[in-house]
Each structure stands twice: as structure tokens, then as C-alpha cells.
């Protein structure tokens, strides 16, 4: 609809998908004009669970845009002042409304798109640009079900003016009776790596002091609210070696530090400071993220291929980096024997024991790539610490045949997992834990880049439930570069923007959730719904919904392109995925027929 008078101002004013995704010069600024379905939405969602759409506002002239109700006025002088308000009986019955404005980063084409949740309430609008706001609708698990009605409206002044409304849409909101498991409850294996030491640099607090565990805090918060299970410990230094960031013209960062302080006393014998270790599981586990506890550092550490990053322990076959304070010299050094090294990790594994977290640990090895000598890197190890379990981040089925002792859980890269399907199943039953899959910045669909399609979060969770796999694994969570909130591009011919993160190093310690965050959750939860229908024996229902997204067969697996055309593979339309709340609809009006 258009708003305007007095030679205020053209507006457009609508509804959109919660899926909606701006582009600044690609799409119009007014094009919620010719959506027919941007009058009016009809959202649906379960107890415990949230349904979101999108109010879009645009202009053929600035104009300042607020969703709060403080007096504002532009530092420029005159300027229209645009306010969304939100209307609905559904926020006296256990349901709360999130509004946030959704801010633009720049995509490695050049053009800014959005992404990033903001907490400003207002913000300068550009003439013919497109400003969209995401209006959330969270459900508690006593909500009252039920089919709710709201309204979002618009109003308009310039200074002193009263103001004047401007615009009006409609929506209804159905809860159903069915609720969803709090998150800590998921059964959907959610592992998103933690890089705590970026967080400390972004937010330049000491690590592991006080002040970056009040940040931490916040992040394991938005982390446990999607169901993650694993909690991330670095006990060496830089076992990522920086992805390597010394070759690149501009280089940020990335580098991760122990957890773990390591002292060598004035007699030659070593001590361990595990307090942060132990803060920090202790932490996580408030959060709900209490299946694992997932050790980096200790096996397959990544070695650049020019040596400047290397092994510094000797007669070792890994590249494991212990640095520790030395009391007698008064320096820091680095564990140059195997025996300290055997000593650092039989401590290690004696204090998980001392804690009974020993259950919970896994040894994580980060994409070896030779067979024979990853087996050599874990036989040592197990002979150093033979109560751990280990987990290993895959390219080929061979790691998974090879029936590696200790081995527990495997993470196929989504390549392996689809064309080495049939193999992967069969051995499926020798696996004695889970199995996840991942991606990173390949393959190119699906995946969570600013510039994958919307859906394409969505159908994460959806993908493992096809494979018949148990979750999903990214490495990306807060691996930002030196300055995100300027741009998120780095390394754009290897890593497309979006690779390195799912939320923003926000104000005050808090992380600005992204567009991808909630639709990755929408897809968690419709897994979790799923995995109800099938326990309840609608398992060829689920199996109905699976076929009516993807367009491929088992047989086909292996020759599936990971490069090409989106559409060839799954289905694009948020509909097709919604006839999951359909089929939910209908069994409480007592049919469950798609």
C-alpha cells in the first residue's frame, strides 16, 4: 500500500515471507506494492516453538524509521519519522513479540544484502532503498492455543507534527496444541564450533578474565536457544595454525589459544591451571550444552604447507604446540619433548576423570588427509590417554571403513555423505556413536552463505533427516575477521562472505543474531517435529514431506551436483516446508492426510 500527503512522502508498506531477503539494487523498493500477499499473513506455530514474518517499508525519499515509541529526531535537521507498531491479542496468552531492525552487509558481489538482527531501535532509511523488520511471534510451552489476530501499523510526522497514520496490515497467528521440547531437549545433534579467543579480541577483554566470560555467557546463551550440544575447548595453542592467515595480503586474526594454564616449577615438574576449562564447561552446561565436550588441539593439528607454523615437539608424529610458563627462567616456553607432552595429556585426561565428565569428551581431528598417518597421530595419542573417546571431521567413507580404534563419531563432509551414501549406510551399524554431517565454504549449495538462498539454512536440518543422519556440524559460529561490523568479506575466491559466522559481535557483550540464525533454528525445529511424528508412527508422513522437498532418489545420490542450480535439488518455496505445519493442523482436526 502507498502512504503520503502534503507532499510528504511515497511510501510502501507491506508483509513479507520471513524468508524475505533484500538486496539493495537488485530488488525494488517498492515492490511489496505488486505482492499480493503483503496485505495480510497467516502465521502458525507449535507451544515452545515461534513463527516470523516480515514488515518491509520503502520511500522515493529519506525518512527516518523507528520501532520503539521514544521521541526522535534527526541530527540533520527536518526528516519524515516513520513508526511500526505492532497490534495483537495473542501477547496476553504466553506469547511475546521480538521486533528488530535487519540490517545489510556486503555480499562478495559487491551488493549489500540483508543478514544481521540489530538492536537499534531506529535507523536512517535511504531513499528507494528497501528497509525490512522481523517481527517474531515466541509461543511458551503453556501458551494458550488457539487462532489469534493482529495488526501492523504505520504512522508518519516531521517535528512537532502530530502524528498521522499511514498505513494498516492484518495477520492471525495459530498455535497449535503440540509443544516442542526445550532446546536443551532436541534430538537434532547441533555442533557449532566456539572461537573464544575471537571473542576476546573483538571485544579487546583479557582472555578468560571475568569480562570475557560475561561475554561468553551471552554467546553460549544464543547458542543453546538452537539446541547445541557440543561445547568447544582449545587445549593447545593455534591448532588451526590461523587458517593460515600469514599468506593473505591483508591477513586477520583467527588464531585460538589453550584453555588450559600450564606451569613448569622450579623443580622441572609441570602444574595445570584448569579453572577456565572447567568455568567454561560449567557454563556451557547452563545453557543446555551438556551432551559433549569436544577437545581441539590434541589430534591432526593443522601444519601450513611453507613450515612456518610446524611441530615444535620432537620424535612426535603431530603438531601438537604446549606453551607453558617457565619458573625458573622466568619465560614462556614451548613443550619441546615427548615426555612432557605425555605428561600434559595424562593430566588432562586425570582431571576429566576427577570431574566425571569423561563420558562427554571427544577428541576432535579436523579433516585429516592421509589415512595411514592420521592412524599413527591417534595411535599415539590413545597410548598417552586411553580413556577418550574421539571424533574426526571426514572427506572419504575409507577414514570410516578403516575401523580406527577409539573412533566413536563421525562428521562426513556433505559431498561424502551423498555420494558415498550407500557406503556410509552400510557401515552406519559399526558405528558406535553419531554421525553428523557438515559443510564449510563447499559445497556451494546447500549452505548458509549471504548469498545462498534463504531457504537454504532451513533445509540443513532437513538434509540430515534425509540422509538419516543424526545432525550437523559447521566450524563458523564467531570466526569473524578483524573487523566484522565493517565487512564480513574475507578470502572471497576461497571463502564466500557469511562462511565465517552466524551472528555479529554486537554492543555490551551481546551477539546480533542473523537472518541465517533463525532460519537454521526454523529448520531445527521442523526436525524436532519430524522426529515427533515418526515416534508416533507417521513415518511415511515424514517420509511424504522429505520427497515433496528434495528431487532426488537414493539411487541418484551418487551423482548428485553440489554445484549446480539450487532448484534441481530441493525445493525453494517456503510452502513446500510449511506443509509440515500442515500436516500438523490437520491431525488436530483429526486427519493426518497431506
Known sequence: MTAGGDGFVKMSFGLQSMYYKYAWGVNFWNEAER?????????????????????????????????????????????????????????????????????????????RKADMLLDERHMFVEKRRLQQVWIEFHASADARPGLYSGKIRLFTHTLFEDEEPAGELAFSLKVLERVLPAPSQYGFYLDLWQHNSNIARKYQVPLWSDEHFAIIDRYLESLGQLGQKAATLVVSEIPWSGQGTHTDAEPSDLFEYNIVGVNRRMDGTFSYDYSALDRYVELARRHGIAEEIELFGLLNVWQTRDGVYGAPIRDYPDGIRIRYYDEATGTFRFMRE?????????????????????????????????????????????????????????????????????????????????????????????????????????????????????????????????????????????????????????????????????????????????????????????????????????????????????????????????????????????????????????????????
Open 338 to 594: 615427548r615426555v612432557e607432552l605425555e605428561h600434559y595429556v595424562r593430566a588432562l585426561e586425570a582431571h576429566f576423570k576427577a570431574k566425571g565428565w569423561t563420558g562427554r569428551v571427544r577428541i576432535m581431528a579436523d579433516e585429516p588427509a592421509d589415512l595411514a598417518q592420521f592412524g599413527e597421530r591417534l595411535s599415539a595419542l590413545r597410548r598417552m590417554a586411553p580413556s577418550f573417546a574421539y571424533k574426526i571431521a571426514i572427506n572419504h567413507a575409507e577414514f570410516i571403513a578403516a575401523k580406527l580404534e577409539g573412533m566413536r563419531d563421525y562428521v562426513p563432509k556433505l559431498n561424502c555423505a551423498l555420494h558415498e551414501f550407500d557406503r556410509i549406510r552400510e557401515l552406519r551399524s559399526q558405528v558406535a556413536g553419531r554421525m553428523l554431517y557438515y559443510v564449510c565454504n563447499n559445497p556451494r549449495r546447500p549452505n548458509t552463505f549471504i548469498g545462498s538462498p534463504s531457504i537454504e539454512c532451513r533445509i540443513i536440518p532437513w538434509l540430515a533427516a534425509r540422509l538419516q543422519l543424526d545432525g550437523f556440524l559447521r566450524w563458523n559460529y564467531t570466526v569473524w575477521p578483524d573487523r566484522p561490523l565493517e565487512s564480513i568479506r574475507y578470502r572471497p575466491s576461497h571463502w564466500p562472505a557469511g562462511e565465517t559466522n552466524f551472528v555479529y559481535p554486537g554492543a555490551g557483550g551481546k551477539p546480533l543474531l542473523s537472518l541465517r540464525y533463525k532460519w537454521l533454528q526454523r529448520g531445527i525445529r521442523d526436525f524436532e517435529l519430524m522426529r515427533q511424528l515418526a515416534d508416533e508412527g507417521l513415518t511415511a508422513q515424514v517420509g511424504a514431506l522429505l520427497s515433496g522437498v528434495f528431487r532426488f532418489k537414493d539411487e541418484e545420490l551418487g551423482a548428485v551436483s553440489l554445484s549446480g542450480d539450487a532448484e534441481k535439488l530441493y525445493s525453494l518455496e517456503p510452502a513446500d516446508y510449511d506443509r509440515l505445519f500442515g500436516l500438523l493442523e490437520a491431525m488436530e482436526e483429526g486427519g493426518v492426510c497431506l
Open 35 to 111: 505482492d499480493t500477499e503483503a496485505k495480510h499473513r497467516e502465521l502458525v506455530c507449535c507451544r515452545g516453538d515461534s513463527a516470523a514474518m516480515q514488515a518491509v517499508v520503502g520511500a522515493d525519499s529519506d525518512f527516518m524509521l523507528t520501532v520503539g515509541t521514544s521521541a526522535l529526531f534527526w541530527k540533520g535537521g527536518p526528516l519524515p519519522i516513520v513508526r511500526v507498531e505492532l497490534h495483537s491479542n495473542a501477547l496476553q496468552e504466553g506469547i511475546r513479540a521480538e521486533i528488530k531492525l535487519i540490517g545489510l552487509v556486503e555480499d562478495d558481489d559487491g551488493t
